[in-house]
């Protein structure tokens, strides 16, 4: 059974940064990829960042320039590298792995069938 474990979620002021972890375990895929979502207040969860077991980087445009996802392989585990965060990043992120995605499916939900439990990130001063 694949389980997904977030961490690292936490309060930070706008401009801060934050670091989230997933490990995930029950078994090792060597295919897809592994991604990121948020989820706000009264929102749909929306697409932030993935990346392929190729190391092929994905990111939302809202993402792009202040995030950096990374993974390693050894520890079957993806981090998400946030700074410059505003309001607007707050949420609950959820972490994903979808061993059957296509490049055309990796910035959606449907593209990934293991999700975690999720951790919440906290924008406020």
């Known amino acids: 059974q694949v389980q997904l474990v977030e961490s690292g979620g936490g309060l930070v002021p706008p401009g801060g940064s934050l670091s989230l972890s997933c490990a995930m375990s029950?078994?090792?895929?060597?295919?897809?990829?592994m991604g990121w979502f948020r989820q706000a207040p009264g929102k749909e969860r929306e697409f932030v960042a993935a990346?392929?077991?190729?190391?092929?980087?994905y990111y939302a445009d809202s993402a792009k320039g202040r995030h950096t996802i990374s993974k390693e392989t050894a520890k079957n585990s993806v981090t998400l590298q946030m700074n410059s965060l505003n309001i607007d990043d707050t949420g609950v992120y959820y972490c994903?792995?979808?061993?059957?995605?296509?490049?055309?499916?990796?910035?959606?939900?449907?593209?990934?069938?293991?999700w975690g439990q999720g951790t919440q990130v906290t924008v406020s001063s």
């Open positions: 990346i392929s077991w190729s190391r092929t980087e």
């Open positions: 029950g078994r090792t895929f060597n295919s897809g990829a």
């Open positions: 994903a792995a979808g061993p059957r995605s296509i490049t055309s499916t990796r910035r959606s939900a449907r593209g990934y069938d293991y």
